[in-house]
Each structure stands twice: as structure tokens, then as C-alpha cells.
């Protein structure tokens, strides 16, 4: 049988770096304080969910809300939720 012929690549080599182009900053890490606040609000949100339902005829203010608790429960958990998009 007969041997193919090897063909030799040229070697890569990046492009220098142009006067006009300045190099891209890598973020750091994320703050440890937003990750507390993230996970904060959504555990809020958990936690006014929860407790809207076990006591929320109950408690005067959230009685008088009614069915908007959903909302605020939920939008704090989506607000969180939002907030990973951030986290590096």
C-alpha cells in the first residue's frame, strides 16, 4: 500500500498587537457582599412566600395586600435571580 505524502502546516503565530488596539480587561471576581445581597433577596422572597401562606391573614399588612403578595414574593425571587447574571 502507499504512503500519503505528509504536507507540513506552517506554525501559527498571533498578530502583534497594533498601536491602536488596547488590550482587554478581565473582570475579577465578584464582590462578596453581592453575592450576600443576591442571595438575601431571594431568600426574602422565599420567606414572604412562606409566610403569606402560613400566617398572611394574620399579619395586618399583608392582609390588607392580599393577592399582591405573590408579586412582591415573586419579583424578589426573580430580582435575585437576575442578580446571578452578574456573579463571576
Not at 12 to 39: D, E, F, Q, W
Not at 78 to 84: D, P, S, Y
Amino acid at each position: 500500500m502507499p504512503k500519503s505524502k505528509v504536507r507540513k502546516k506552517a506554525v501559527y503565530t498571533p498578530p502583534a498587537n497594533r498601536p491602536g488596539t488596547t488590550p482587554v480587561k478581565v473582570a475579577g471576581p465578584t464582590h462578596p457582599i453581592y453575592i450576600g445581597v443576591m442571595l438575601g433577596v431571594m431568600l426574602l422572597g422565599l420567606v414572604w412566600l412562606v409566610v403569606n401562606y402560613l400566617a398572611g391573614e394574620s399579619i395586618s399588612f399583608m392582609a390588607t395586600l392580599g393577592p399582591w403578595n405573590f408579586a412582591i414574593g415573586f419579583s424578589l425571587i426573580v430580582i435575585g435571580l437576575l442578580m446571578t447574571m452578574r456573579w463571576r
